[in-house]
């Protein structure tokens, strides 16, 4: 069974900085790339970031709006997606999610398996 | 960026009834278009891939179809379970995006 489990989440000062974790279990975690997203109060869904597979040397893209800020990093011996958040505002606060991706018919990869999610609070 | 416009925002219906909600692209999008389901204080769950490829497990009451650069996912006999919210989202492009949603509600 495939399972995505986050943690981290927490209350932070803005200005602060907070490491977000994924660890999963059920698939061969090197074979498959990774997103995070976010889901502020009341709002809809937003992609912040992606890693891509070993295969693909791990490479990364990000949502403008957390590029310089956000860092996805991986460690494939232990399973473990990590997000790390820096200078954080107000309004980053939203609950985070990791996503497993699979990839489709013409090798485009879509959000597949989510985890339950991580809270983050940026408030003084 | 790819705008994915999603509506209506939201829809009131009976059970048993059939709805349809509707998903426009910006540009051309090809078949990279997933729908996702989300109940209150829940993660999404993931529906339908490639526009019209249901995940497993997925009741068939769930389809997605495409005309051009606008997508629907259709919802037959309504059942208490699927009233939630329901996104649709691109994959063809970075930064990957997000409609709106759309909330589903019971009358």
């Known amino acids: 069974e495939v399972q995505l489990v986050e943690s981290g989440g927490g209350l932070v000062q803005p200005g602060g900085s907070l490491r977000l974790s994924c660890v999963v279990s059920?698939?061969?975690?090197?074979?498959?790339?990774m997103d995070w997203v976010r889901q502020a109060p009341g709002k809809g869904l937003e992609w912040l970031g992606r890693?891509?597979?070993?295969?693909?040397?791990?490479?990364?893209e990000y949502a403008a709006s957390v590029g310089g800020r956000f860092t996805i990093s991986r460690d494939d011996s232990t399973y473990s997606l990590y997000l790390q958040m820096n200078s954080l505002k107000p309004e980053d606060t939203a609950i985070y999610y990791c996503?497993?991706?699979?990839?489709?018919?013409?090798?485009?990869?879509?959000?597949?398996?989510w985890g339950q999610g991580t809270p983050v609070t940026v408030s003084s | 960026d790819i705008q994915m416009t999603q509506s209506p925002s939201s829809l009131s219906a009976f059970v048993g009834d059939k709805v349809t909600i509707t998903c426009r692209a910006s540009?051309?999008?090809?078949?990279?278009l997933a729908w996702f389901q989300q109940k209150p204080g829940k993660a999404p769950k993931s529906l339908i891939y490639d526009v019209s490829t249901l995940h497993s497990g997925v009741p068939s009451k769930f389809s997605g179809s495409a005309s051009g650069t606008d997508f629907i996912l259709t919802i037959t006999s309504l059942q208490p379970e699927d009233f939630a919210t329901y996104y649709c989202q691109q994959y063809h492009n970075y930064p990957l995006t997000f409609g709106g949603g759309t909330k589903l509600e019971m009358k």
């Open positions: 996503s497993r991706a699979s990839v489709g018919s013409d090798g485009h990869f879509f959000f597949h398996y």
């Open positions: 059920g698939f061969s975690f090197s074979d498959h790339y």
């Open positions: 890693t891509r597979n070993r295969t693909k040397s791990y490479r990364t």
């Open positions: 540009q051309g999008i090809v078949n990279h």
